[in-house]
């Protein structure tokens, strides 16, 4: 993990609430491993003194890009950050996405939100290309449609007003798909995107007997494991433990999750 001033060289808007921002990030940059994130401190971000995370969606020798979309005060100052301005991150954070079990088939991966952006890398590192699922309410909330489908992946997609694939929640078009499948080990699911999709995802993934990689969302304060804040139920032998979303996570096998209602 390291601290590094970057440089802001790309920021605009990048397709209905989502905005792109790349930085000029040498340090960091080419140590991200898919599903971690970048603890962000938000220039002029006056009476807030805490980071906010944004997972990192590409990265390169030179740099890195988020893809962020506008929800409360520390993103909507964000959106005044001007090309060549100096932004301090602090990363690559979180363990991320693991590669393909030995017995893997079939990656599958199912995406709402920004999980699209989240799950970029390891689409584009996976060494077998399978299914992506994704979700959103509008056609403008399913992102990089076309780059997922030019990495090889078989893209289908629901959206709850119909605008874009199927009518209704991502499980949807999961679910058909899932019911067809016969073999429990073949299929592994990685995901991101809002908790109570994570949680139907996982318990249909544990249903037919498929590992399911989960990105926990958890508001987090200081992001490197120290002061609790993301706390999840993590499954022991004995019963359960508390387990950090940005040091132990995001990313938790299905398996491990203790869901409270
Ligand atoms: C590991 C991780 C990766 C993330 N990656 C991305 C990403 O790639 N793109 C992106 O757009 N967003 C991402 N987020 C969410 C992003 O961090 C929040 O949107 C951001 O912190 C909100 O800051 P804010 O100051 O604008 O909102 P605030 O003013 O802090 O909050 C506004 C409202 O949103 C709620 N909120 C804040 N953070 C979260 C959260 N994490 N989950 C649910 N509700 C929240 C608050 O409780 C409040 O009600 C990620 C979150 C995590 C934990
Ligand atoms: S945010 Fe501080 S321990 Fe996770």
């Known amino acids: 993990m390291n601290q590094e001033k970057t440089t802001v060289v790309q920021h605009e808007?990048?397709?209905?609430?989502?905005?792109?921002?790349?930085?000029a990030a040498p340090v960091i940059g080419p140590q991200v491993q898919p599903g971690q994130f970048v603890h962000l401190?938000?220039?002029?971000?006056?009476?807030?003194?805490?980071?906010?995370?944004?997972?990192?969606?590409?990265?390169?020798a030179e740099g890195l890009s988020i893809l962020y979309a506008?929800?409360?005060?520390?993103?909507?100052?964000?959106n005044s950050v001007q090309v060549g301005e100096e932004v301090c991150l602090l990363g690559p954070l979180g363990t991320g996405f693991p590669n393909l079990g030995k017995n893997t088939?079939?990656?599958?991966?199912?995406?709402?939100?920004?999980?699209?952006?989240?799950?970029?890398l390891q689409a584009a590192t996976l060494p077998v290309k399978g299914i992506a699922f994704f979700g959103g309410?509008?056609?403008?909330?399913?992102?990089?449609?076309?780059?997922?489908?030019?990495?090889?992946?078989?893209?289908?997609v629901a959206t709850d007003d119909g605008s874009l694939g199927i009518k209704g929640l991502v499980t949807a078009a999961l679910d058909p798909w899932l019911e067809e499948q016969e073999t429990i080990q073949a299929v592994e699911v990685f995901s991101c995107g809002p908790n109570p999709m994570l949680k139907a995802v996982g318990d249909r993934a544990l249903d037919k007997g498929f590992t399911a990689w989960l990105s926990m969302d958890r508001n987090m304060a200081c992001g490197v494991g120290a002061c609790l804040t993301c706390v999840?139920?993590?499954k022991t032998e004995t019963g359960w433990e508390w387990a950090r979303c940005c040091k132990d996570g995001p990313v938790f096998n299905a398996e491990e999750i203790l869901w409270e209602d």
């Open 41 to 60: 401190r938000i220039p002029r971000l006056e009476n807030a003194v805490l980071r906010r995370p944004f997972s990192v969606f590409k990265a390169d």
């Open 105 to 120: 088939t079939t990656p599958v991966l199912v995406a709402g939100g920004y999980g699209n952006a989240a799950l970029y």
């Open 137 to 156: 309410r509008t056609a403008q909330d399913i992102l990089c449609v076309d780059e997922f489908k030019a990495l090889g992946w078989d893209v289908r």
């Open 232 to 234: 999840i139920k993590r």
């Open 13 to 23: 808007l990048f397709q209905g609430d989502y905005r792109l921002l790349r930085v």
């Open 70 to 78: 506008t929800i409360g005060m520390g993103t909507e100052a964000l």
